[in-house]
């Protein structure tokens, strides 16, 4: 159970080409990549921070499977949610439609850019400039969406990241890979390490070298 709101930045997206969605965070904060990113193969993905609510994952991918908006699907989670002020989530569906929320308290500096195909959030963040980084980043890069994803988490913080330092980092990427394999294309994490973007992307780039 989260105790304490936690600085992160965040990207979910999804490739109208391979069908692929993806979350990718890092924050300071031990093992980001257990708590926030939440995906389903042909379904979305969301990424739920701050104080961060577990049952924005579980219950909003349910509602998107349902083919509830992802506009419809956040009214409802934060409508019931005591703490909504204090959250932050970002939802994408199977058809690239986004949103994204930040409450008023989730702390300095907060705030989010969602747009067709990806919705992009950070909280307790050196600046703006670390979402609006990250965005262009995304929009510049070609190639899968797992690569897409990193190079945005890479521009997150060369301009600056989590105002607190830095911890841990995730990236998950979903992809129906038929019925008898698990959807999880990518899902690495790197829990806890003094650098752990660069460390996440050497051991992606295992897995680019043994395909």
């Known amino acids: 159970m989260i105790k304490k709101p936690f600085g992160t930045f965040s990207i979910v997206a999804y ?12 924050s300071k904060y031990l093992a980001v990549g257990s708590v926030v990113p939440w995906a389903r193969a042909g379904v979305g993905a969301i990424a739920t921070q701050s104080w961060a609510n577990a049952s ?4 909003g991918l349910d509602m998107l499977a349902n083919g509830v908006t992802p506009e419809n699907t956040l009214r409802v989670l934060i409508e019931t ?12 569906n199977a058809s690239g ?10 702390g300095l500096w907060a705030g989010h850019r969602f747009s067709t195909n990806y919705a992009i959030q950070g909280n307790i ?13 995304f929009l510049k890069t070609n190639g899968e969406l797992a690569d897409r994803l990193m190079v945005a ?17 995730a990236i ?3 992809r129906d890979l038929g019925i008898d394999s698990s959807d999880r294309y990518v899902d690495f994490r790197v ?17 680019k070298k043994g395909d």
Do not use: C, W
Not at 15 to 26: I, M, Q, R, T
Not at 82 to 88: A, F, I
Not at 191 to 207: F, G, M, Q, S, V
């Open 15 to 26: 490739d109208p080409e391979s069908g692929d969605l993806g979350v990718a965070v890092a």
């Open 153 to 169: 988490l890479e521009a997150g913080e060369s301009a600056g990241g989590d105002s607190r330092g830095k911890q841990s980092a």
């Open 81 to 92: 949610d005591e703490k909504r002020n204090y959250r932050q989530v970002g939802i994408i």
């Open 56 to 59: 924005y994952g579980f219950k």
């Open 97 to 106: 439609d986004s949103i994204s929320y930040t409450g008023e308290q989730a």
């Open 191 to 207: 829990d806890d390490h003094t650098d752990p973007i660069p460390e996440l992307k050497r051991i992606y780039n295992l897995l």
């Open 172 to 174: 998950l990427v979903v």
């Open 125 to 137: 963040l050196v600046g703006e400039q670390v979402i609006l980084d990250m965005e262009s980043a």
